[in-house]
């Protein structure tokens, strides 16, 4: 059996390293590098939504790097307001931030 497990680990190297290799940084691999390098190019928005009487509470967080710090910031969208249409202008407002 030990034979058939050294074939398989084998096989997996092979295409893992085939993958890597392929575009220079792989197909469906995203390292921490990666995404670092993606991170200060482009923000990333991380947010939740709670639901609320009488509406909703969105938070959004963003983290910078140079200073080690997270910043939140919460907005609240009422029951008698589109949700879409909110969360896309605070979704562009906190882009426009970063």
Known sequence: MKWFKKLVIKWVREDWNNAKTENGIGIGIVSSRDVDAVSDADPI??????????????EFRTYDKHKDRNHTQTYIITDDQDFGERIAKIATLESLKA
Do not use: D, K
């Open 45 to 58: 928005l991380n947010f939740r939504v709670f639901n609320a009487i009488g509406g909703r509470v969105v």
